[in-house]
């Protein structure tokens, strides 16, 4: 995968750390204030082995509303600066459904990297953009919004209307000229509790796409709320289902503990190499 001249090497799987730059994110939201909150942040993430960072400056989490682009911008951009001057050679993937922050993301700071959670539908230049660019996106399935995903999501035939949702959107970016594309099922993105461990059992289906796979479960309601417990206490929960993944065929995990999950793809390779 060339993001913006280095390549990343998917044959093992990599760790990409979530960077909010938001108040309200579900678990780490208004964490990192300060300039000195932020770079002791990205020099633990690069310290922990982190093979990407994803900035984000619009919270996702469910029931969250739709913010203006200079308050995306605003938010990001503080953040890009540090990571730049802290890890002037990370990778950096910015967490974003709009052109605009993406481009700004891209040429003012360098980011390689798009993680889009509405594949493109939010808006349809996005596609355009990275074709131009020439940035690797991530592209993901959500039922609706983050503000109704959570309000009784419905399928009539969960794997097959996923599968059925990339191969458009795919086919989508590829009109575009997008070359480098990484897909994620959308964990907790209008999804019930069962849909998301349906999904994570069957992850082996979306090899027929022949793209790398991002899973992102980082301390999602479907491992604390299955277990009655916090966001807080779901390090272990997340660490079980991230090993769950990557024997599953995860390339990507995003993760907000970016220790555990090196640790877990080192024992994931160990057991790979002596199998």
């Known amino acids: 995968m060339n993001c913006g001249g280095v390549m990343v090497d998917l044959s093992t799987p990599k760790v990409m750390a979530i960077f909010n730059s938001t108040p309200d994110s579900f678990y780490d939201g208004g964490r990192y204030n300060t300039e000195r909150e932020m770079a002791d942040r990205f020099e633990q993430i690069v310290s922990e082995g982190a093979d990407i ?160 796979l991002m899973v992102g479960i980082s301390r999602k309601s479907m491992i604390y709320k299955s277990l009655g417990i916090s966001a807080q206490e779901a390090l272990n929960g997340t660490t079980a289902l991230n090993m769950a993944a990557l024997l599953q065929g995860a390339d990507i995990l995003r993760v907000h503990d970016v220790k555990e999950a090196v640790e877990t793809v080192r024992l994931f390779n160990l057991m790979r190499q002596n199998n």
């Open 53 to 212: 960072i994803d900035i984000g400056g619009w919270s996702s989490r469910p029931g969250s509303e739709e913010i203006p682009a200079e308050v995306e911008i605003d938010r990001i951009s503080k953040a890009l600066a540090i990571c730049r001057r802290v890890c002037p050679g990370a990778v950096i993937s910015l967490d974003t459904c709009r052109s605009e922050v993406a481009r700004y993301g891209a040429l003012e700071f360098g980011v390689s990297m798009i993680n889009d959670i509405s594949a493109g539908l939010k808006d349809g230049r996005m596609f355009v953009l990275a074709a131009e660019l020439g940035l690797p996106l991530v592209i993901m399935h959500m039922q609706g919004d983050p503000l109704t995903m959570q309000v009784n999501p419905l399928y009539t035939d969960l794997l097959k209307e996923v599968l059925a949702f990339f191969a458009e959107r795919i086919h989508a970016a590829r009109q575009c000229g997008v070359h480098d594309l990484i897909i994620d099922p959308g964990f907790g993105f209008g999804k019930r509790l069962e849909d998301n461990y349906r999904l994570l059992s069957n992850l082996g289906i979306f090899d027929v796409l022949e793209l790398p």
